[in-house]
């Protein structure tokens, strides 16, 4: 299904980018809270990538993520996520449901093909940033 005009620039996250300081240094610009709204998925868990401290999504049929949908992002804030996210991850369309159990079209963060979890739960480690020259 095609993305629509207004959730074109909403992403999902669900791992280091939800919180508000990491936002802020890899944006380089704060996002109005109104523009922050708790979602979640369905269909994944949410689990380490092998040998790191950063979460991935992982196809599970009964699985169901929190996380958050960002709005309003700009083509440079797109950018600056794709290259945060590195070359393990592509944006990639998927369904959100919103705390209004209202469910929209947006992206988020997958893995390739190639990259492993660790099969174990990912829990936050807030403050924690990947290593990466633009955030440093």
Partial sequence: MPMSDSNALSIFVFGTLMDP???FRVLGRTI??????PAWVMGFVRQPVLG???PMLVPRPRGRVRGQVIRNLSPRD?????AYEGE????SPIWVWLASRRKIWARTYLTHHWVKASG????PAYGVLRSRSFCQ
């Avoid at 109005?32 to 709204?37: G, H, K, Q």
């Fill in 52 to 54: 790191r401290s950063y």
């Fill in 21 to 23: 300081k990491i936002r």
């Fill in 120 to 123: 174990k739960n990912w829990r």
């Fill in 88 to 91: 393990e991850y592509v944006r």
């Fill in 32 to 37: 109005p809270s109104a523009w922050v709204r």
């Fill in 78 to 82: 797109l950018a600056r996520l794709d």
